[in-house]
């Protein structure tokens, strides 16, 4: 019981344990392949998600019909900053999203 005090009260140490515990149980995603509407947003879009249309994301155009589009601008500069990375490797999506998550 000491041992698991002392564990809780090192900050640094649990936020590292939590860190590689949910790294490792997610980890099996890195395998996959695009899923769901991975395939229809980002392999099949014809929006271009690169560097020099960053700041429509940020500031997207007048939308006459708001049901048309999702206003994200996190997971649209997500995909423009993967996009640059890896290009269209779902593997570099998925750690770039393992990392993110593992890391909230």
């Known amino acids: ?8 009260s090192n ?3 649990s936020a590292l344990i939590l860190f ?8 099996p995603s890195l395998k996959s392949d695009f899923v769901w509407d991975d395939v229809e947003m980002i392999t099949k879009s014809n929006v271009s998600y690169d560097t ?3 700041i429509y994301y ?3 155009e007048k939308i006459e019909n708001k049901q048309e ?12 900053a993967d ?14 999203s393992l990392i993110f998550h593992s890391v909230s």
């Open 58 to 60: 940020i500031i997207p």
């Open 1 to 8: 019981m000491e041992l698991i005090s002392k564990l809780i």
């Open 11 to 13: 900050r640094p140490l």
């Open 52 to 54: 020099s249309s960053i």
């Open 69 to 80: 589009r999702y206003y994200r601008p996190v997971v649209y500069l997500s995909w423009v």
């Open 83 to 96: 996009n640059g990375t890896w290009g269209i490797s779902p593997f570099g999506y998925h750690l770039s």
């Open 20 to 27: 590689l515990a949910s790294f490792a149980l997610y980890s």
